[in-house]
Structures are given as C-alpha cells and as structure tokens.
C-alpha cells in the first residue's frame, strides 16, 4: 500500500511536517467562507481485477468529535473536535486511470468560517460509507482520525497550520530532543480492493470422426453491471446502459484456450455455439468454477434449435469459471459390407498359405 502526501504545502506546513515526524496532511489555505480545507486520500486497489473497468462506486463519508485526550508530561493535549466540518464525496467511473495498479483520488475536508475560536490540537472521527459492490473490500477499515493543528493567524483570528490523518487513535508522544509531538506512525489513506474474475472456454473433439482442426463458432451473451467491460485478448466487451454484452470467437480443438478477465462476480453468462446438427456432433457443455469439480450444464431448449446448441445461463460467482464445450462425432463401419468382404479375404489367406507350402515343398526336393 503507498503512502502519499497530497496538497500544496507551504513553507510554514513544511516545517509543521518535521514537528509530526512526517504524518501531516498540508492544510490548504482558506477560501471564500471557510476557515480552512484539508485532504486526505481514498485509494482503490486494482491488482486483483486484471482487464477490468474501473467500477462505479461512490464513498460519502460522515465527521464526528473524537474523544478529549489530557495532557500529560510527556504529550500534549487533544481537544474534541468543534463546530460542523463536511467531507466531500469520492466517486469513481469507468473512465478513470489505474496506475499501477490502483486508482486514487481526494476527498476534502472544509472547515466553515468561525469553526475555531481558540488554538490547539482538535481530534475528528471521519468514517466512510459501507459500499454496495459485493467485489470491493476494505482493506484497512473504513474508520480514521484527524488531529488539526490550528494556531494564531497574523489578523488577531486562526487558522489550520497542519494535519495529521491516522488509522487508529493515536496519542502523540513528545520528542525528547525537539519536544516537539510525534505520532511515530505513518499517514493512512483509506484503501478498497476490487477483485474480479475470469471465464475461459475450451473446446474438445473427439470420436472416431471428430475434426480436431475445424473452427466452431461461439457466441457468449453477458448480463451485469451497466457500463462495465471487461477484456478478452486486446478487446474490451462492454456491457451497455442496460447491463447488456456479448463477444464471438472461433475455437477448434487445436487451439489455445480462449480467456476473459476482469468479470464482476454478479455478471451472468451463457454460452452458445452455433454448429449444425447435419455435422452430426453431440455437444456437451461442463463448467468448473474455482478449485471445485467440473460439472455439466444442461441445454437451453427454448434456445438451442437446428443451427446452434445454448446451455443455460450460468452465475459467475466469486471464482474462475472453466467452460469445457465437447463435441463427439463417432460412426461404425457396416457390418455388411464385412460380410461381403471376408469370403474374399479369407480366400485370398488360404492361396497365400498354399504357395508358401508349395514353394518349400519344392526346395526341399
């Protein structure tokens, strides 16, 4: 997980930084009706969504007073936070860049006009809303601290000189050099992980008259999450406004398996391909999902016909999903002509038998 500093730092908050052991968020200058805004990060992890869009989630977040801490000789005093301080939303999109693996964005702190009427240290309690997307995770809790420093302004009033954002509720300790507080941790951003899945579809032939090298042409049909894609070789499959997606492709038994990532657990899939019945295969659909045990799926009849075979619709769920489309083709030679056959090669034996014994016969006179 990487710790970052966010926002323009002045000279003043850069000295503020050494004071708090490198922990502070910079407070940014006041503006317009505010006594001051502050930053912290909201990340989202994307190391387990290969191929994957980036969801579309948004966070609000609640602020509240954290608990009064007295002083003692060897830390200073935290006073309960005051006045009504907002956080603004964190949402993400589609469009948004990962890089490395990850998405970060700001979320905002502001301070309204007249929040401190007095200098000191004041401890928030910021809590971030629970998600509705089942595939993202907390990772480190949804709950932090906020300690901001607010300090006399040259105009008689305050201001916030700086901020310290922390996982837990720290109590900060003084140095015994500088004296100065030390929280002796590092900066918490607040991290989600979003993790998806992947589908692969394999084709088999076999029987005595399967065709090992002949291309058969599939259709997989995806319902899900508006506006998600996902990727298969270089191409995105986008799902539309509706949640609504497909993709075709060529497999034989020849060659690679073919593979799709970044799938949501929700989405739903079904597979169809489209071979004649006069080819004279049977089709047999089978899925494994995760580490468990292959099983068949059954046929779609409302969907299959002449043309195409459909297996009914299946759920991604929270695992790899391993689609196995086999097609048996087998033909028996006609006993008939057998019949008609071994008279002939049975004769054929016996004038072969009599020429050898004919042949020896003669060498040996």
Known sequence: MKKKMIGRVSAMTMAGAMMFGGMQIPALAATGDNDGVVQFQKVLEMQNAQGASVPNVTYTYSISAGSAIGATATSPEIKAGVGKPTVSDVSYTKGDKVSDNEVTKNASVTFPSGTFTAPGIYRYVITESANTNTDIDDVDGNTRYLDVYVVNDSDGGYKIDATVFTETAVTPTFDEKTKQPTYGGKNEEITDAYTTYELSLDKVVEGNMGNKNQLFDFNINFSGPANTSFTFDDQQINLDENGTGSVSLQLADSTAIAEITGIPS?????????????????????VKKGTGTSQNIAKDTTESSSEKVTATSQTMTKADNAVIVTNTKRTVSPTGIMLNVTPYALLAGLASALGALFFRRKKLS
């Open 266 to 286: 929700t989405v739903t899939y079904t597979v169809t391909e489209n071979v004649s019945s006069s080819e004279g295969y049977d089709t047999i659909f089978a």
